[in-house]
């Protein structure tokens, strides 16, 4: 065994909770010093490492797997930052300044060991000196599994944001759930999605720091009744059928070489009696568990599939389950004993990620007037000034709403609630604009069709501070279409915050040779102030510079190509257009539209309309995971699969064209796509995508946008420039207007040949064997339905595919265009996003 001569200061496995209760006083010397960081030299990590591996993971350098070294490396690597993060909580408690907590069902972290290197400048020591040990850190960095704890964009934005908020140095605990199994591991069979559990942590999570002895206790059922206190006043007590207990689990989040360390905490469901004994001595194995197991389905994964009651209550039990955890933990947990509860709105900020968290809204309540016994207007002057909601969809079915039945099971006391907030507030209402009935029934937290249910989105906006939505036009359309009653009764609660991405994870760590030629070119200071891209501008004219352009460009396709190949067996040219469409399929993304263009581009040349030496040649990456039961979701997935195959093992098409669909894309591979992308499909239905942040990671790694006028694509195209951005589609109003008429998708059909000629493909088994049952379903939905208007669309979106074809033949002109997107995308860092939320939301300015 390698022995490990260097003494330092011993550092806790377990880093101290945010507010730990009061220890006995210490007397060894030792205990008296912070947590103290391990030496920053070679030779001083070599021992760290060598320590970790040894005592840590019980083993031999030479004895080890590459495992047992990334576990070492990982736990290493942490105790770099745990010094810091003592640090930030200590003075957190000191100053009590007043902070964020980020309620959010989901975070999509991507792998943290390259995040927490770079936060820490440890990079080169960590290569140098696993270099002496034979070891190279690309290997080890490959061996991280990421955290499946998202979906796409609202997880990831989750993380952007609480990454940017530790860089700026602003207070902030994230919350939410720590799924066992995430959202699903994808695979294909035959072409057809087929979701497989994604086991994250079965090789162990060395970034996590669990504290089983904070847990808390999270009730459910039940029934209400009126009973008297020690007082002689008459309050509502529930008592509750069934609980659980809410283990957490917390994270560090670094902010960038600021000394910030925040914490994000995750929630992990247990069962109060987990093992009965007596029963399993009985040989009844199932049942002795049975409380364990239900249990633990509440953190099992994310989303379950909910087309079922029983998938509908899980649901229900998740959101509630984390958010009164969390409330609790920062009521009980990180205030001080004596804490006036009146200033808990100078104290914190819950910002609402959606609509999954706003069952807290009744739980501050509860605990306000029910546990701390506020009077009832006083809490809820209280409630309304801690939350702020962000909205983050324009689709009516994506506003969550839960049915009175359901709720008064699982959560009678909240449902209570809720009904008396909804009486004061229409009392409000009423008010203001007398007895207008058909006003009232539109605003009414309760909804009496088709169901009686309650309205998730309209508590939110009645109990929220704020309401945001997430790019200019997403948060007008918000303002004038989905909310409007509640922004003439509130005028000055509705404003924007346009989403952002943090430059850490997707410029510097996703393209390190873009990033080496950025600062070359106009120094450091970038990566916190991204608004020096602008520096870059004189530079697109600059034929050296547009070469070195195109080059990491060409390196980044090449990088690709191997991972791609190692991953799945396929590759990439780095001399094809890299056209590429990643985010989660749903129909009004329109992947259907994508789809519809490559069919036409493939017709066109097996029927020798065009000589296939005449085009562009183009690899078309799809990536995408589909809803378990949403099924036309799951029909499209395998519609491009098969016209994948198909273009793809066709010889006339002498590998002009290639469509590659990868599965199981998260953050660890879009970090080798976003870089290599030529052009970026944005190409929603105006009026449907709340913003996107694919569309501006793309932008920032110097890919060309061909969209439509929606979300933060109508910022992102006025930051570049018309001349560097391919417009198409319908505006907004248009869409309403063609709604308003009568949307008849098969007249498109009739009306445009090439698209006939597609459809017609599609519908003939051509990509099926010539079985033509096989995808009926997508056709029959285009022709009769689309809801969407992907007919409507397609004339105007293979024009602008055209145009992207004559713009790419220009090697310069492009090359120019990409250098001007990555310059004049500044804007859109999570950093600017974090300011906004500060000055228009939050007033949580940095602390130290």
């Keep these: 065994m390698t022995v490990v001569t260097e003494t330092s200061t011993p550092v806790s496995e377990t880093a101290p909770d945010a507010t730990p209760s009061a220890p006995p006083a210490p007397t060894h010397p030792l205990a008296l010093a912070t947590v103290t960081a391990p030496p920053t030299s070679v030779d001083g990590f070599v021992r ?18 590459v495992n047992d070294q990334y576990l070492a490396l990982a736990r290493t ?109 994808q695979t294909f069979v035959e072409g057809r999605q087929v979701e497989q559990p994604d086991s994250w942590l079965a090789l162990g999570a060395p970034w996590e720091f669990p504290h089983p002895e904070n847990a808390r206790r999270i009730s459910f059922g039940g029934s209400v009744a009126d009973h008297t206190d020690d007082d002689g006043v008459v309050r509502r007590r529930w008592t509750p059928a069934w609980d659980v207990n809410a283990l957490p689990y917390n994270y560090m989040v670094p902010g960038y070489r600021n000394g910030r360390v925040n914490t994000l905490r995750l929630w992990r469901a247990q069962a109060t009696d987990a093992f009965d004994l007596k029963i399993f001595n009985s040989g009844d194995y199932e049942e002795a568990v049975r409380a364990q197991t239900f249990a633990e389905n509440i953190s099992k994964v994310l989303y379950p ?121 229409l009392a409000e209402v009423r008010e203001r604009f007398g007895d207008d009935e058909l006003r009232i029934r539109r605003m009414s937290i309760i909804a009496e069709h088709p169901e009686r249910s309650v309205r998730m989105a309209y508590l939110a906006t009645v109990a929220g501070a704020k309401v945001n939505g997430v790019a200019e036009l997403h948060s007008q359309l918000l303002r004038d279409k989905v909310l409007p009653d509640f922004h003439e009764f509130y005028p000055g609660k509705f404003t924007n915050v346009t989403n952002g991405i943090t430059p850490r994870r997707f410029v510097r760590l996703a393209n390190p040779s873009l990033s080496e030629l950025i600062t070359d070119t106009i120094g450091v200071g970038w990566l916190t102030d991204l608004e020096r891209l602008r520096g870059l501008e004189p530079f697109a004219e600059d034929e050296e510079f547009r070469a070195r352009f195109r080059a990491v460009k060409a390196g980044n396709k090449r990088r690709l190509d191997a991972v791609l190949r190692e991953r799945d067996g396929v590759g990439v040219h780095d001399d094809h257009l890299l056209d590429v469409m990643v985010k989660r399929l749903h129909e009004y993304k329109r992947q259907s539209l994508k789809l519809l263009h490559i069919v036409t581009t493939y017709d066109k040349i097996v029927s020798g309309e065009v000589d296939v030496a005449d085009v562009t040649p183009r690899t078309v990456i799809f990536g995408a995971k589909a809803a378990p039961g949403y099924k036309m979701a799951k029909e499209i997935i395998h519609l491009i699969n098969a016209v994948g195959e198909t273009v793809n093992n066709d010889p006339r098409v002498q590998d002009r064209l290639k469509v590659i669909f990868p599965p199981n894309y998260n953050v660890t591979l879009a970090e080798k796509v976003i870089p290599a992308a030529d052009l970026s499909e944005q190409i929603s239905l105006a009026g449907k995508e709340a913003s996107g942040t694919g569309n501006m990671k793309f932008a920032l790694n110097g890919a ?44 498109f059909y009739e009306a445009d040949a090439d698209l006939r000629r597609a459809i017609d493909l599609i519908a003939s088994g051509a990509f099926s064997g010539g079985d033509r049952a096989t995808f009926e379903p997508v056709v029959s939905n285009l022709l009769y339905e689309d809801r969407f208007m992907v007919l409507a669309d397609y004339a105007a979106y293979i024009e602008a595919q055209a145009a992207v074809d004559a713009a790419y033949a220009d090697t310069e002109r492009w090359t120019r265009a990409a250098i001007l997107n990555v310059a004049r995308s500044g804007f859109f860092s999570s950093d600017r996003s974090m300011r906004d939320y500060i000055d228009r939301i939050w007033a949580t300015p940095p602390s130290f």
């Excluded at 943290?112 to 290197?117: E, F, I, S, T, Y």
Aim: charged fraction near 25%; aromatic fraction near 10%; hydrophobic fraction near 40%.
């Design 48 to 65: 760290e490492f060598l320590r970790e591996l040894n005592f840590g993971q019980g083993v031999s350098l030479q004895a080890s797997t």
């Design 77 to 185: 690597v942490r105790h770099y930052l745990m010094a810091r993060w003592s640090e930030t909580l200590r003075r957190q408690r000191e100053t009590q300044s007043k902070g964020v907590a980020y309620l959010s069902a989901e975070y999509l972290l991507g792998r943290q060991l390259g995040n927490a290197l770079l936060a820490t400048d440890l990079t080169e020591i960590v290569a140098d000196g696993l270099s002496q040990c034979g070891i190279e850190l690309a290997d080890l960095r490959a061996q991280e599994v990421e955290p499946g704890l998202g979906n796409g964009g609202l997880g990831r934005l989750a993380a952007c944001f609480i990454d940017s908020l530790a860089t700026m140095s602003v207070p902030c605990i994230g919350y939410g759930i720590r799924y066992e199994y995430g959202i699903f591991r």
């Design 305 to 425: 599939e909910d087309s079922t009651p029983q998938g509908k209550e899980l649901r229900l039990q998740q959101q509630y389950f984390f958010v009164a955890a969390s409330i609790g933990d920062f009521i009980d947990q990180q205030l001080p004993e004596d804490f006036d509860l009146a200033q808990l709105p100078e104290r914190i900020i819950f910002q609402l990620n959606d609509t999954h968290p706003v069952i807290g809204v009744p739980e501050l309540m509860r605990v306000l007037v029910d546990e701390k016994r506020l009077e009832w207007g006083a809490a809820w002057e209280i409630t309304k000034k801690c939350f702020a909601y962000t909205c983050h969809t324009l689709l009516p079915e994506a506003l969550e709403v839960w049915s009175v039945d359901l709720l008064g099971r699982l959560l009678p006391r909240h449902l209570e609630i809720i009904y008396r907030i909804n009486e004061e507030f």
């Design 704 to 747: 060309l946008t061909i969209g439509t006028d929606d979300g933060a694509n109508v910022e992102i195209r006025q930051l570049v420039g018309d001349d560097n951005f391919f417009l198409f589609g319908m505006l907004e109003p248009e869409v309403e207007d063609l709604q308003t008429r009568g949307y008849v998708p098969s007249s």
